[in-house]
């Protein structure tokens, strides 16, 4: 089986910077897309940012130019630098990525358990 698991949520003030990161871990032959999501109460998922396996990343409007998507490949971890926060941004993020388990093994997504990440006025 294949566990992500978030990191780095917490609670921050209006302006300042959090870093989410997702560590995959257990049976894994290659990830392809991984992204960031977060839903808010009351709210649906949506997405935040994404990264491809080439590095091809996208944004949410409402994040670009103050989130930063990235990965390391040898480590099999994600992460999001996310900064000049607003209360707006308060959530939970959630983790998710397009993993391959082997080469008998279709690719198959997974989700971590999420984060959470509260911004104060």
């Known amino acids: 089986q294949v566990q992500l698991v978030e990191s780095g949520g917490g609670l921050v003030q209006a302006g300042g910077s959090l870093r989410l990161s997702c560590a995959a871990s257990g049976t894994i032959f290659s990830i392809n897309a991984m992204g960031w999501y977060r839903q808010a109460p009351g709210k649906q998922r949506e997405l935040v940012a994404a990264i491809a396996s080439d590095g091809t990343t996208n944004y949410a409007d409402s994040v670009k130019g103050r989130f930063t998507i990235s990965r390391d490949v040898a480590k099999n971890t994600l992460y999001l630098q996310m900064n000049s926060l607003k209360p707006e941004d308060t959530a939970v993020y959630y983790c998710?990525?397009?993993?391959?388990?082997?080469?008998?093994?279709?690719?198959?997504?997974?989700w971590g358990q999420g984060t959470q990440v509260t911004v104060s006025s």
């Open positions: 998710n990525a397009d993993v391959k388990r082997s080469t008998d093994y279709l690719t198959e997504n997974y």
